[in-house]
Structure formats: C-alpha cells, structure tokens
C-alpha cells in the first residue's frame, strides 16, 4: 500500500478488517517489521485520538516516530504555485514536503477544509501536493473531504459488536455550535456505501433538509429528512453534525430535535451508539447515552490503533 486516503485504497473490506483484527489480538507480532524505519505525523490541526493511536500503531510494529506539529512549529507554508512569497508565507510545500520526505520511510498528514474554498477543499489541492512532493507512502489523518482511519475503525467496530450477518446502520446528524467539516460523514459514508455494496451493511443516512453530502459519497444509501424513520430498527446509529456541502460552510437553523437520546433510542433495535470524538455533551449526544450501556465510543476510539497498524504494516511491506 503506497496511499491510504479513501477507501478505493483497499480491495477487499473483509480481508482487511479481519487483518485489523489479527493485530489486536497480537499486537506485537511484527514488530521486527518497522525496525530502523521513521514515520513523520504531520499536523496542521489538533487531534488527541489520530495523534496517540497512530503513533502508538507505529511502536508496536518497531517503529520511530517523529510528531511536527506545523500549525505552532512549522514555518508558514505556502500551497499555491506561481505566487511570489513576499507576504506572510514562509517556507513553499514543494520544498516542506520534499524534505520531510527525506527524514521519512512513511508520512501521515492532517489538514482540515477551509470551509471557504469549496473547489480548493474537494480537489484536496494541499493533500494532493503533499503526496506529489514528498515521495514516499502517506497515510492520511484525515483530510479536507475524508477520515479514513476512522471509518476504517468505524468498520472495525461494527464488525465486533454486530449480531446479525447485515446490520441496519444509520449515519445521524446532530447539532453543533458551530460550522463542521464533511470529512468525517462522507467518509463514513463512503466506507458503509462499499460495506453495503459487498453485503456487509445496510445503510442509512438522515440528516434536516439542506445538509446533503455530495452525491460520490452517498451511492446506495437510502437518505432520509426524518431521523424517526431512519431509527426504526437500526442496530447502529453513527451520531455526528456536519455543515452544508451544498451551501458550502453554512449552518441552517433546526427546530426539530436531532440529538441522540434514551427516548429516540427506544425507536431502534436497542442500537449501539458511536461518535468519532470529540463530542459536545449534551448538545450532539446526551450525557446518558454516552455514560450507558449502548455507548460504543470509547471502544471505538481504542480501534483506532488496529485501523493504522493495518494501514502502517501494508506500507512497510510495500517498502520492502
Ligand atoms: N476522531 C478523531 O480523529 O479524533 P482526533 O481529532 O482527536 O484525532
């Protein structure tokens, strides 16, 4: 594996969740793997649970690790071609990239949408770049438009916790206070869409009138305005707000109540509850969810490790 950024990265679902799967129950069975191999984490947003798992992914497969936190300790990096750097950008991604690919067997990169762009921000024009000039596998953590060690986990997840060969998964919106990236529910999307596609899932998307994900994330999914409906039944309900795609950036106000709660999990099939966290208690989920029995957040986030040692052992291999 030389890329992992979507998931028309990987072949078969099955074969690499049971792989994941394998890991966390040996997680050092390979640790002779990445022995004198470096992985470069690059961020240019916060993150707790893509920073430590990915890190703690590379370890247990012998590897090192360095962390550039590039939004505090990195020089002002310039995106755009053809500009003359005689403002506030310092230092160019052709030559950031470059180098860091130098000190590095494998990178990973965060970078968050602007929310302003939305052509710049769907053309993944930094992430883009970022592959083109560093030269060696990168491994995304997560990008403008997708999340895919998340939905990898998220895959995981599903697959240890489910009691039926074909789940009813529903993707639910919720409410936040302010503008969200899509990158975590059009990868969700995408990832449950191909599930859905081999037979793994079956999926459901509810969301208020206006937040509409784009069409290349949703295929097959059966889409609905009304979270009662999509709840009727679900054995998983993956809670998460985001902003409109269509209206790019923007937040339209909702009067109906979209939280996730006890009374609207009585409507499913006693359905486990996940959240990629961070979450907003009590706002995007309430506080009795997520401290009870139907909570999967915490054992999600702890897949989080098996979703990037997967991903990382496929691309030492493809390194030698
Ligand atoms: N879910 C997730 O990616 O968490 P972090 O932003 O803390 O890494």
């Known amino acids: ?38 992985l470069g984490l690059v ?10 798992s990915t ?28 500009v003359v750097m005689n403002g506030t950008t310092v230092e160019h991604i052709r030559e950031a990239a470059a180098v860091m690919g130098e000190y590095c067997d494998i990178l990973g990169l965060r970078s968050f949408p602007s929310l302003k762009d939305k052509e710049a921000d769907y053309n993944e024009d930094l992430f883009n770049k970022f592959i083109k000039f560093c030269g ?4 995304s953590l997560e990008s ?47 990832w449950m869409s191909k599930a859905q596609e081999q037979g793994l899932v079956d999926f459901t998307i509810a969301h208020p009138a206006g937040y509409e ?17 999509a709840l009727a039944d679900a054995d998983f309900v993956y809670v998460k707000n985001w902003s409109s795609y269509k209206e790019y950036g923007e937040v ?10 006890n009374q609207k999990l009585k409507l499913t099939n006693d359905a486990k509850v996940m959240h990629c966290l ?12 997520l401290d009870g029995p139907n909570s999967l957040v915490i054992k999600e986030a702890s897949n989080r490790v098996w979703a990037a040692q997967v991903v990382l052992k496929r691309m030492l291999e493809s390194l030698n």
């Open 213 to 229: 994900l784009a069409d290349e994330f949703t295929t097959g999914a059966t889409i609905t305005h009304k979270l009662d409906e």
């Open 136 to 139: 060696v596998p990168v491994v």
């Open 1 to 38: 594996m030389k890329k992992f950024f979507s998931v028309a990265d990987v072949d078969s679902l099955d074969a690499i969740v049971k792989e994941a799967l394998e890991l966390k129950a040996n997680p050092n069975a390979h640790e002779a793997l990445g022995k004198h191999k470096m």
């Open 278 to 289: 961070p979450v907003r208690r009590d706002l995007e989920l309430s506080s009795e969810i």
């Open 252 to 261: 339209y106000p909702v009067n109906e109540n979209w939280m996730m709660d």
């Open 55 to 82: 890190q703690k992914a590379a370890l247990n497969l012998g590897m090192n690790v360095m962390v550039m936190n590039m939004d505090k300790d990195g020089w002002a990096l310039e995106t755009q071609d053809g």
């Open 144 to 190: 403008a438009t997708r999340h895919p060690l998340q939905s990898l986990t998220d895959l995981i997840t599903i697959t240890e916790h489910k009691q039926i060969a074909k789940p009813k998964v529903v993707l639910a919106w919720a409410p936040h206070v302010k503008a969200l990236p899509q990158a975590v529910p059009n990868s969700f999307a995408e």
């Open 43 to 52: 961020f240019l947003n916060p993150s707790l649970r893509t920073r430590l």
